[in-house]
């Protein structure tokens, strides 16, 4: 799939500023949960990037005798991109939304962008960590769902959900819709999901949060 110079050239113009604003609404997300909970070393803690985890490395080279999650159970390390098979995180996401994801890379390419996967693919254990972790951090089951799901609804658990970095986020909101690529949660501006339909209609509406999404209701 090729773009014309003209989208290549407004691109170049508006990426900036979508960074900053997906950099400032994350800054204002995560400013907003720390005023209603304790304090804690994780931000955001829905969506850390690479699945970083409070206590032993989150690597993969800790073992699962320190009950540490590793790549096996998809903990991703810096600079991982969505051409990255031989982690379980990117290997196990869904064949149709990770063919999407390299087909938006490959063109994105032209505008120097390599799309890097923070998390993608996640055990149950991990999710199951994650939401005791979020919590344990956000004081309540109530709002630790606006961050995370329970693996039997995760978008991640079942491969069918992304999350990539400020950057390449921006760019496929100006052009995934053209992939089937579209944002699901306002409050997690970098967490995609395919919809084959957007490539015909666009993108559906977001939701505020997990919290409001059917899905997230079995």
Same mark, same amino acid.
């Given at each position: 799939?090729?773009?014309?110079? +003209?989208?290549?050239?407004?691109?170049?113009? +508006?990426?900036?500023? !979508?960074?900053?604003?997906?950099?400032?609404?994350?800054?204002?997300? %995560?400013?907003?949960s720390a005023a209603q909970s304790p304090p804690s070393s994780a931000t955001s803690f829905g969506e850390i990037p690479r699945g970083d985890l409070p206590g032993p490395a989150a690597d993969g080279a800790a073992t699962e005798a320190d009950g540490a999650m590793t790549e096996a159970?998809? %903990?991703?390390?810096?600079?991982?991109?969505?051409?990255?098979?031989?982690?379980?995180?990117?290997?196990?996401?869904?064949?149709?939304?990770?063919?999407?994801?390299r087909d938006?890379? +490959?063109?994105?390419?032209?505008?120097?962008?390599?799309? !890097? %996967?923070?998390?993608?693919?996640?055990?149950?254990?991990?999710?199951d960590r994650l939401l005791r972790e979020a919590v344990s951090t956000y004081g309540s089951e109530a709002e630790?769902?606006?961050?995370?799901?329970?693996?039997?609804?995760?978008?991640?658990?079942?491969?069918?959900?992304?999350?990539?970095?400020? +950057?390449?986020?921006?760019?496929?909101?100006?052009?995934?819709?053209?992939?089937?690529?579209?944002p699901t949660y306002d409050n997690e501006p970098w967490h995609y999901e395919l919809r084959p339909e957007a490539v015909g209609s666009g993108c559906p509406a977001t939701f505020a949060d997990p919290t409001q999404d059917p899905r997230m209701q079995q």
């Amino acid at each position: 799939m090729s773009r014309s110079t +003209t989208a290549r050239r407004r691109l170049r113009r +508006t990426l900036a500023f !979508l960074a900053v604003g997906l950099a400032v609404a994350t800054a204002a997300v %995560v400013g907003a949960s720390a005023a209603q909970s304790p304090p804690s070393s994780a931000t955001s803690f829905g969506e850390i990037p690479r699945g970083d985890l409070p206590g032993p490395a989150a690597d993969g080279a800790a073992t699962e005798a320190d009950g540490a999650m590793t790549e096996a159970d998809g %903990v991703l390390p810096d600079g991982v991109t969505v051409f990255d098979d031989r982690y379980a995180g990117v290997a196990n996401l869904d064949a149709e939304l990770l063919r999407a994801l390299r087909d938006a890379a +490959t063109d994105a390419s032209a505008d120097g962008l390599e799309f !890097l %996967v923070n998390s993608g693919w996640r055990s149950t254990e991990y999710q199951d960590r994650l939401l005791r972790e979020a919590v344990s951090t956000y004081g309540s089951e109530a709002e630790a769902a606006r961050w995370v799901a329970t693996a039997d609804t995760s978008a991640h658990v079942s491969g069918d959900a992304v999350d990539l970095g400020a +950057t390449d986020a921006a760019w496929l909101s100006e052009f995934g819709a053209a992939y089937g690529l579209c944002p699901t949660y306002d409050n997690e501006p970098w967490h995609y999901e395919l919809r084959p339909e957007a490539v015909g209609s666009g993108c559906p509406a977001t939701f505020a949060d997990p919290t409001q999404d059917p899905r997230m209701q079995q």
